[in-house]
């Protein structure tokens, strides 16, 4: 049996029909067709599904589609949407090289981008605390740290100049 | 024992060192890092096809039996499902790999399916199609499956025993190798010390974050596979299983969301392939995670037993090594990483005399096969413990019996191998300490802190007798862009952006107007698969000569163009310059059409050959090694026996480094994935069945779990890849473990053997330590 449901993602509304049990996940990446939201372990581990829900950062496989319809879904390529500039989160992971395979780099962006909003004044430490939920098993996550509290730093400078939200 | 064959141009002809370079060592983001960071790079599993099939697998449950009956006729009658195949629908149901070359072990064979027999849980014996993915896995539940269980053997060692359960007719025994030189039992006999040891590794999962997956369809009659693997070659085994021409089978690899061996060996080919045989449609297989942990190849756990003679002075005599690796089910890659192995197992050390044997054993466990460090790894938890325990039995320091016994150019490896470039892993050990330094005390009076370090040695390139060989095609655009194909496969490690670096350095293209084709059987010239730590030394030293020689071919028009004399050409920018006068590449390509002057180059390079005697232990082995220095301070809990990993360094001699910012990056990811396998990593198995299959319960580091990863780079200048690099892909998850046990020793006074070193195994090292192990605390207090 399917459910006619409405999902809002990266400020769009899309119409779908789906089996009741179908996961917000495969929703999101193969009837909607976003790559960027990705399938790692189905169990809220590792984090690659990591997709923003009215600005939380939630586990696409442990949530259903049916579920998700009264909130807003950002995902990350809906940063880059209107322009297709980088967003400077992502220049910072550009310019650290804080992606190897690629794979985890949409839930560490969004997790990183959800704590600068929170606290962009965490610390190195806390930050580790923040992306604990997103694993990488290439970098280390050295280069990852590097990239996300440069991007804090700028957080902040703006903040101090009075410039926008970013 | 090497031998350069003709068409290997030797590397010392090439500019290599002591020259400055545009694009080369710079870090530039490329092509693939923009999408990455954007979200927006296609892996394997985000292709869908008209009409495509989902496909999934039914996996044995039991670990060791006969199958008596496969019924499959209630999945068959779900409502979308469209194929159940099973072994009979095979046209060649083996799966045959001579790991070794064909250079001793037994010749066993793998089915795709399991017929009658299934020697390891969640070996595959039917594969489900269905139209949508949830109803695949409902069919999979339907496949009634009944088995009659035989007795297993569980543990390598168990395995020899002569009455053990035999997993395959042929024997137990995969591959037994031997090295040997010198006079081994005068020598220790005749040593001043001989320290012993047994050294245990455990089972490790891969855990790339992408999941094994891919799509497959048919195009003109070519069954098309679009998945993620490490190795287009598969291509081959592919067309046996098939039966059909190999010019009928096409392997295209995305890029991997990781890989570090585990997609070294065929995962979803065969299957897909099949499913698209058999129903002429689409189709895509994801394994589960779940999957994955459960059936998927692992490390090979090692049993290494040392004995060490040595003089007073530190100099080691003899060394006798036994290694016992525990292959699984079936031979994958064993034969190949048992003999690394071997041939590391004396590690960077000179040892005059040296009895070392290596044996893959069958089991009914899950197979092992190919993990980054490729039992080379595995070793150096084995040979450092011994240097640590020889530099306390005699009362020199750690670093002081390493001084003794590095090899330096020119010595010989065990097996008769001469070293031929620098070898620096004294820079590297200091470098290593010097950035250590000495860390603040311990935090509270129950912890300890310590520090240590650990040396390694890791080869790059494929075992010399394999001929080893790659090719790179270029072709200059008439509008001066730069097209680079070879069919390479991408891990995430940036083996098609260094071809570009490469190719952009000598030609003097920007990096922005080059485009590279790469992981296509069908397009691409075979480049190997990207393991071993091979494509930079292989494909990097393809795209050298293959822009040096493009270069040549267009430098005649050049010249004439600009009126240059012999050798004044500068490329640059996108342009030929000369004498303030210049050229854009895309009127000098336009030229070369005029003139009828080819603007493409398609290189094949060779690496050296040679030859390895499984019978005397002497022969040619790797074509040179990557050496390195790991240091790391610990504080340990005497009460929780956790280990807390409070600084590391990790140094290695890359050679030269194409790309600081990935070379970096290598360094720093291979040292965490080494530090999850000393601290924390390990599939356990019960009589052959996982104990869970849970990613929860596979930990992994987190960002919470380990230090920054401070390197220290060192660049001799000396390596076999292009413009004097060394792979630096394997080496980093080297040192890690006999890094970490050498400091959790200085911390504590005893030394773990065991991995992984878990706070239960800290405790019961404490225990057996009794008494001695309280004083010393109360000492330190």
């Known amino acids: 049996m399917k459910t006619q449901i409405f999902l809002t993602v990266n400020g769009e509304q899309h119409e779908l029909w789906v089996r009741n049990d179908r996961t917000l996940l495969d929703a999101l990446h193969d009837d909607i067709g976003l790559p960027d939201v990705r399938y790692g372990c189905g169990e809220g581990v590792c984090g690659t599904c990591t997709v923003l829900a009215d600005n939380e950062p939630i586990n696409a496989c442990l949530t259903f589609a049916v579920q998700a319809q009264d909130v807003a879904i950002q995902t990350l390529s809906g940063l880059t949407n209107a322009s297709e500039e980088l967003h400077p989160l992502q220049k910072c992971f550009l310019e650290h090289g804080a992606a190897q395979c690629g794979f985890c780099t949409p839930g560490m962006v969004l997790t990183s981008k959800v704590l600068a909003q929170r606290n962009p004044s965490a610390t190195r430490q806390e930050i580790r605390y923040e992306l604990v939920g997103n694993l990488c098993r290439c970098t280390g996550y050295t280069k990852i740290v590097d990239a996300v ?15 926008g939200d970013r | 024992m090497t031998e350069v064959l003709p068409d290997a141009p030797d590397v010392g002809s090439l500019p290599r060192t002591g020259e400055t370079y545009n694009i080369v060592g710079t870090s530039p983001a490329h092509h693939d890092f923009i999408e990455k960071v954007k979200g927006s790079l296609l892996y394997a599993a985000d292709w869908r096809l008209p009409g495509m099939l989902h496909a999934k697998l039914v996996r044995s449950q039991i670990a060791s039996g006969r199958i008596t009956r496969i019924d499959t006729s209630a999945a068959l009658a779900l409502p979308g499902v469209v194929a159940v195949l099973t072994a009979e629908d095979v046209p060649y149901n083996q799966i045959v790999e001579n790991a070794s070359g064909g250079l001793g072990e037994v010749t066993v064979s793998q089915p795709v399916l399991a017929a009658d027999r299934v020697r390891y849980a969640g070996e595959p014996i039917a594969v489900v199609a269905a139209t949508e993915p949830e109803i695949a896995a409902e069919a999979v539940d339907l496949v009634e499956v009944t088995y009659e269980e035989t007795p297993g053997v569980f543990d390598a060692e168990s395995a020899l025993a002569d009455d053990a359960p035999l997993v395959h007719e042929e024997g137990n025994v995969l591959v037994n190798w031997n090295i040997v030189r010198g006079d081994v039992e005068n020598e220790m006999a005749a040593a001043d010390v001989v320290v012993e040891g047994e050294y245990q590794s455990q089972h490790v999962e891969h855990a790339y974050l992408e999941p094994e997956s891919g799509v497959s369809w048919l195009e003109n009659d070519v069954v098309t596979l679009r998945i993620s693997t490490q190795v287009i070659e598969h291509a081959t085994e592919i067309a046996e299983i098939l039966e059909v021409p190999e010019s009928k089978v096409r392997v295209i690899a995305s890029y991997m969301g990781g890989g570090f061996g585990g997609k070294e060996d065929m995962t979803v080919e065969p299957y897909l392939a099949l499913v698209t045989w058999h129903t002429r449609k689409p189709a895509r297989m994801v394994w589960t995670r779940q999957e994955s942990m459960l059936a998927s190849t692992k490390r090979h756990p090692f049993l290494m037993r040392y004995r060490t ?19 699984g089910a079936y031979p994958c890659l064993s034969a190949r990483v048992l003999f690394a192995g071997a041939a590391l197992a004396c590690g960077p050390y000179r040892v005059p005399s040296v009895r070392c044997t290596s044996r893959a054993v069958f089991t009914n466990n899950v197979p092992s096969s190919a993990f980054r460090g490729f039992g080379a790894m595995q070793v150096v938890f084995g040979y450092e413990s011994q240097m640590d325990q020889l530099a306390s039995k005699l009362g020199i ?44 005390p311990p935090t509270a009076s129950h912890k300890r802190v310590g520090r240590g370090f650990g040396c390694g040695m890791q080869p790059y390139g494929r075992t010399i007798w394999f001929r080893d060989h790659a090719s790179a095609w270029l072709t200059l655009q008439t509008d001066g862009s730069l097209l680079i194909r070879s069919g390479v496969t991408d891990l995430g490690a940036g083996q098609a ?95 070369c059409q005029q003139r009828g002057v080819n603007t493409s180059n398609l290189y094949t390079w060779r690496a050296p050959g040679g030859k390895f005697d499984p019978s005397t232990g002497q022969g040619g082995t790797f074509p040179d090694y990557t050496f390195g220095t790991h240091a790391a301070e610990v504080e340990v809990d005497l009460e929780t026996g956790q280990v807390e990993v409070r600084r590391y360094v990790a140094s290695h001699d890359v050679g030269r480094q194409i790309n600081p910012v990935r070379v970096e990056g290598q360094i720093q990811g291979g040292a965490m994935q080494g530090l999850g396998y000393a601290l924390m990593e390990d599939c356990p198995l019960d009589e052959g069945q996982a104990v869970s299959t849970l990613f929860a319960n596979y930990l992994i580091p987190s960002s919470m779990d380990m230090p920054d990863i401070q390197v220290a780079v060192v660049e001799s200048g000396e390596g076999r890849g292009p413009l004097g690099a060394r ?28 991995l992984p070193i878990t706070p239960e195994r800290i405790l019961k090292l404490l225990d057996e330590a009794g008494s001695a192990g309280a004083q010393t605390g109360e000492e330190q207090a």
């Not at chain 2, 470039?421 to 590297?428: E, G, H, L, N, W």
């Not at chain 2, 590279?516 to 292989?538: C, E, H, K, S, W």
């Not at chain 2, 080496?731 to 773990?752: F, H, L, M, W």
Request: charged share 20%; glycine share 12%; proline share 4%.
């Open chain 1, 149 to 163: 509290e440069e991007y804090f730093g700028q957080v902040r400078e703006q903040a101090s100049t009075g410039g």
């Open chain 2, 309 to 327: 003679g040595a003089r007073q002075d530190g100099t080691i005599v003899a060394q006798e090594v036994e290694i016992i690796g525990d292959a």
């Open chain 2, 397 to 440: 320091s750690r670093e002081e019996v390493r001084d003794r016994n590095y090899y330096v150019k020119g010595d010989t490896i065990p097996s008769g191998d001469e070293i031929t470039t620098a070898v620096a892993v004294t820079q590297t050990r200091e470098l290593a300490l010097q950035e250590l330094g000495e860390g603040p």
């Open chain 2, 497 to 591: 952006a260094s071809l570009c670096q490469i190719a952009s350095e000598v030609l003097g293209a920007p990096l922005e107007s080059i485009s590279v084709y790469i992981g296509d059987t069908a397009l691409n010239p075979p480049a190997g698969g990207t393991f071993a730590t091979r494509q930079l030394y292989m494909s990097g030293n393809a795209i050298l000569r293959a822009s040096h020689d493009l270069r040549d071919q267009l430098t005649g028009v050049a010249e004439d163009l600009l009126d240059a004399a012999d050798g004044e050409l500068a490329w640059q920018g996108g342009k030929v310059q000369a004498g303030g006068r210049s050229l854009t590449l895309a009127d000098l390509a336009k030229e």
């Open chain 2, 727 to 754: 792979g630096i892909g394997e080496p980093p998850v080297g040192p890690t473990a006999a890094t970490i046990a050498s400091a959790i020793e200085d911390a504590i006074g005893v030394r773990p053997t065991q």
